[in-house]
C-alpha cells in the first residue's frame, strides 16, 4: 500500500475562516497529499470572505457563529448533503482536527466501519477558561477531551512537550509527533526592511519587541502589558510592533498607549514585519507548537516565551533566546532587557535561533504523516466494504 491508496477525510473546525497556525499546516498537508497522489476530502464549516485559500474539495459543514468570538463557528454535524458526501467519498482513514460535534460524530462513523482515526492536536483548549475568569471549568474540558481522544486510535501534536502533556493527561497510548515548517521564501532574515520601519516611525537605532499572532486574550495579551509596563518603570528603551489582528485589538491598544500596530499581514509582507523587529516576546500557553516562536527565529530574532509546551522545544535558552516560567512578569522584562540593551547579544541568539529552524521543512514533515496514515489502515482493515 502506498499513498495512492489513501482516501482521506479530513473534518476540522477551521480550514480557512481563520489564519492561524493549524490552518496553514492542514492545507500544506492536503496539498502534499493531493501532489502525491493521494485522495483527500475536507469537511469544515465555511463563511463568504475566508482568510486562507482552501487547498482541495472543501464541503461546507452547516455551522454558526460562536458569540464573542465571530470569526470561529459552532458546527450541527454531518447531516444530510453533508453526511451523504462524507459516506460517498468512501474514506479509509478520518483525519479530525477539532474535538467539535462534527468530528466527534466522524469518529463514531469511522468506529462503526472498521476505519481508523487520527486525530491532531493543534491547541491546548482546556487551558482556556483562565483567561476568561472561570478557570474551575478546566478539568471538566479535560475529562471531555479524553473521552473523545481515547476513542481515536492515534494522535499526533507539534511537539514533544506537547506530547508530554498528552501522556501525563491520559489523552491516549498511540501519541505521536506532527511538528510543523517553515516557508523561507517569506521568512528569512533577509525580508528585514529598514525602511519600512521607517515609515512606521521607528528609528534605525531603536530596538522593537515584537507581538505576533491572533489578537485574543488567551494568547497571554495580559501578561504581555504587564512585562512592556515593567520595562517602562525600568526606563529600558525599547517600542513595540504587534502584527495580527482578532477581537482584543481594542483592549490590547487601549492598554499598550505608543504601541505600534500593523494589522494583519500575509504572505512575504508577514516575512517583512517580521523580521523588522528586534526580538519577540511571546507569552502564551495555549499552542501545542509555536509557529509564531519559529517563524521568528527564521527571521533571525532572538526569542523570549513562556516556557511551556509552545516555545519550550523550539528555544534553546541562553542560546537562541530565553524561556521564563509562564505569567512570570518580571521573569520576563528580565529577560527583555539584556536584548534591548546589548545589540550583540541579539545578534548571536538570533543567530543561534536561524541554526535551529533550519530541520523544519514542509516536505519531510508532511511525508511522515503519510507514513503514519498508511500504519494505521494497514494496522486495521475496514470490518465491511464500505470503506
Given amino acids: ?14 480550514y480557512n475562516m481563520v489564519r492561524d497556525g493549524p490552518t496553514q499546516a492542514l492545507n ?11 485522495a483527500v476530502r475536507i469537511f469544515a464549516p465555511t463563511v ?18 460562536i458569540p464573542f468570538r465571530p470569526e470561529y463557528h459552532f458546527t450541527f454535524g454531518l447531516k444530510g448533503e453533508t453526511r451523504r458526501a462524507f459516506e460517498e467519498f468512501r474514506p479509509n482513514i ?9 468530528c466527534q460524530q466522524a469518529v463514531e462513523w469511522a468506529r462503526e466501519h472498521g476505519v481508523p482515526v487520527l486525530a491532531s492536536v493543534h491547541t491546548r483548549f482546556e487551558t482556556y477558561p483562565r483567561y476568561y475568569k472561570m478557570g474551575f471549568l478546566e478539568p471538566v474540558i479535560e ?12 494522535l499526533v501534536a507539534p511537539s514533544p512537550g506537547m506530547v508530554d502533556v498528552l501522556c501525563s493527561q491520559r489523552m491516549n ?22 525602511e519600512w520601519r521607517r515609515g512606521l516611525g521607528i528609528a534605525d537605532h531603536e530596538v522593537v519587541i ?3 499572532g491572533r489578537l485574543v486574550m488567551e494568547k497571554g495579551l495580559d501578561v504581555f502589558v504587564d512585562t512592556i509596563i515593567e520595562l517602562r518603570k525600568r526606563q529600558i528603551a525599547h517600542k513595540v510592533m504587534v502584527i495580527g489582528d482578532g477581537p482584543a485589538r481594542g483592549w490590547f491598544e487601549k492598554a499598550l498607549p505608543g504601541g505600534i500596530f500593523v494589522g494583519h499581514q500575509g504572505g512575504k509582507c508577514l516575512g517583512r514585519a517580521v523580521a523588522s523587529g528586534d526580538v519577540f516576546f511571546n507569552p502564551s500557553i495555549t499552542e501545542t507548537f509555536g509557529n509564531v516562536t519559529l517563524e521568528s527565529m527564521a527571521c533571525g530574532l532572538p526569542v523570549v516565551a513562556a516556557d511551556a509546551t509552545g516555545s519550550s522545544g523550539l528555544v534553546a535558552h541562553g542560546e537562541s533566546g530565553m524561556l521564563v516560567p509562564p505569567g512570570d512578569v518580571k521573569g520576563f522584562a528580565d529577560a527583555l532587557a ?3 540593551l546589548d545589540a550583540d547579544l541579539r545578534a548571536r541568539h538570533g543567530a543561534a535561533g536561524l541554526e535551529r529552524s533550519q530541520p523544519y521543512t514542509w516536505e519531510a514533515i508532511n511525508a511522515s504523516m503519510v507514513d503514519t496514515y498508511l500504519r494505521l489502515v494497514e494496522a486495521k482493515p475496514p470490518c465491511d466494504g464500505s470503506a
Fill in 338 to 340: 539584556p536584548y534591548c
Fill in 48 to 65: 463568504e470572505n475566508p482568510q486562507v485559500e482552501a487547498v482541495g474539495d472543501l464541503v461546507s459543514v452547516p455551522s454558526l457563529p
Fill in 210 to 212: 515584537t507581538f505576533l
Fill in 143 to 154: 475529562s471531555l477531551l479524553r473521552r473523545f481522544y481515547r476513542k481515536c486510535d492515534a
Fill in 94 to 102: 478520518v483525519h479530525v482536527a477539532s474535538p467539535d460535534r462534527t
Fill in 1 to 14: 500500500m502506498d499513498v495512492t491508496d489513501l482516501r482521506v477525510a479530513l473534518v476540522s473546525g477551521n
Fill in 173 to 194: 497510548r498511540d501519541i505521536g509527533i506532527w511538528t510543523r515548517g517553515i516557508d523561507r521564501e517569506v521568512f528569512h532574515p533577509g525580508a528585514r526592511d529598514m
Fill in 28 to 38: 500544506r498537508l492536503v496539498r502534499h497529499l493531493l501532489d502525491q497522489g493521494g
